[in-house]
Nanobody, 123 residues
Framework: QVQLVESGGGLVQAGGSLRLSCATS????????MGWFRQAPGKEREFVAA????????YYADSVKGRFTISRDNAKNTGYLQMNSLKPEDTAVYYC????????????????WGRGTQVTVSS
């Protein structure tokens, strides 16, 4: 039974910061690519950031590059997404995901998903 649980979401003013966590039961977590996606009401699921298992590289959507930072602690089986300089356009439900893939931006490549955490940025 694999579980992924996001936490750290909430309400923040524009320009503020939040740090999301993704606690997993996946072992060894270091063998898995971790991805972050988000979805706003009425919109499609959007790729945000990923950390590939094979080379340890990080990738970001253009909309968050320079503001968000993805990281992980394999010993704790936990991933993180640090979000700075938040904008109202960042408001969405954020999901973490994991899978054996290097196709990091394709949501269909991920095997496991969390239930999401709400991030709301006020103007």
């Amino acid at each position: 039974q694999v579980q992924l649980v996001e936490s750290g979401g909430g309400l923040v003013q524009a320009g503020g910061s939040l740090r999301l966590s993704c606690a997993t039961s996946i072992r060894p977590f270091s063998w898995y690519t971790m991805g972050w996606f988000r979805q706003a009401p009425g919109k499609e699921r959007e790729f945000v950031a990923a950390n590939t298992w094979s080379a340890g590289n990080t990738y970001y959507a253009d909309s968050v590059k320079g503001r968000f930072t993805i990281s992980r602690d394999n010993a704790k089986n936990t991933g993180y997404l640090q979000m700075n300089s938040l904008k109202p356009e960042d408001t969405a439900v954020y999901y973490c995901a994991a899978g054996h893939t290097n196709y990091y931006s394709d949501y269909g490549e991920y095997n496991y998903w969390g239930r999401g955490t709400q991030v709301t940025v006020s103007s």
